[in-house]
T-cell receptor, first 112, second 114 residues
Framework: DAGVTQSPTHLIKTRGQHVTLRCSPISGHKSVSWYQQVLGQGPQFIFQYYEKEERGRGNFPDRFSARQFPNYSSELNVNALLLGDSALYLC???????????FGSGTRLTVV | AQSVTQPDIHITVSEGASLELRCNYSYGATPYLFWYVQSPGQGLQLLLKYFSGDTLVQGIKGFEAEFKRSQSSFNLRKPSVHWSDAAEYFCAVGLTSGTYKYIFGTGTRLKVLA
């Protein structure tokens, strides 16, 4: 079975640009969460979606937004990129909103 | 506020030696506790989890962890380390009310000497 799939795997953007990261959950999983992992740190929670509704949001500015589609895949959007947005962005999916998440391999975003 | 502390940033052990990685948490309610491992450039792989019941939990790859409520700790152990265990290890608390998010520690990087 396919695990959590994230695309692209690597991305380089310029300050001020916009970026969209994509996540396909494990088949049957209805909850998707996004985490930001800055180099040398643990992952930090950004969003959780369940059944296409936002269930939680971490301490991130409004430049960060996300959505979940009817097929449960998800997009994370970041506007007006800053150098500090450079990080590994991890997507995780679970069967239910309270289920143990399975993480994807992440998208490495570099802002220059 | 909820938090997870991993006091050891780096740990170096010889192959075949025993290992203990420390984790302390701060959370008012009964915690869901997890250990994840991350190889360079990779995502997180779940090693084990504790929800309730027996405080000694077994995980994959020969790892185990013990939940001690009185010490707010959830230390990870392995009796004999293999070179392939070199990676970064993260302890996490799963919040059980409201948003189901996970609070991660800053990680412990394990180096294994041949």
């Amino acid at each position: 079975d396919a695990g959590v799939t994230q695309s692209p795997t690597h991305l380089i953007k310029t300050r001020g640009q916009h970026v969209t990261l994509r996540c396909s959950p494990i088949s049957g999983h209805k909850s998707v969460s996004w985490y930001q992992q800055v180099l040398g740190q643990g992952p930090q929670f950004i969003f959780q979606y369940y059944e296409k509704e936002e269930r939680g949001r971490g301490n991130f500015p409004d430049r960060f937004s996300a959505r979940q589609f009817p097929n449960y895949s998800s997009e994370l959007n970041v506007n007006a990129l800053l150098l500090g947005d450079s990080a590994l962005y991890l997507c995780a999916s679970s069967l239910a909103d309270s289920g143990t998440p399975t993480f994807g391999s992440g998208t490495r975003l570099t802002v220059v | 506020a909820q938090s997870v502390t991993q006091p050891d940033i780096h740990i170096t052990v010889s192959e075949g030696a025993s290992l203990e990685l420390r984790c302390n948490y701060s959370y008012g309610a009964t915690p869901y506790l997890f250990w994840y491992v991350q190889s360079p450039g990779q995502g997180l792989q779940l090693l084990l989890k504790y929800f309730s019941g027996d405080t000694l939990v077994q995980g994959i790859k020969g790892f185990e962890a013990e939940f001690k409520r009185s010490q707010s700790s959830f230390n990870l152990r392995k009796p004999s380390v293999h070179w392939s265990d070199a990676a970064e290890y993260f302890c996490a608390v799963g919040l059980t009310s409201g948003t189901y998010k996970y609070i991660f520690g800053t990680g412990t990087r394990l180096k294994v000497l041949a």
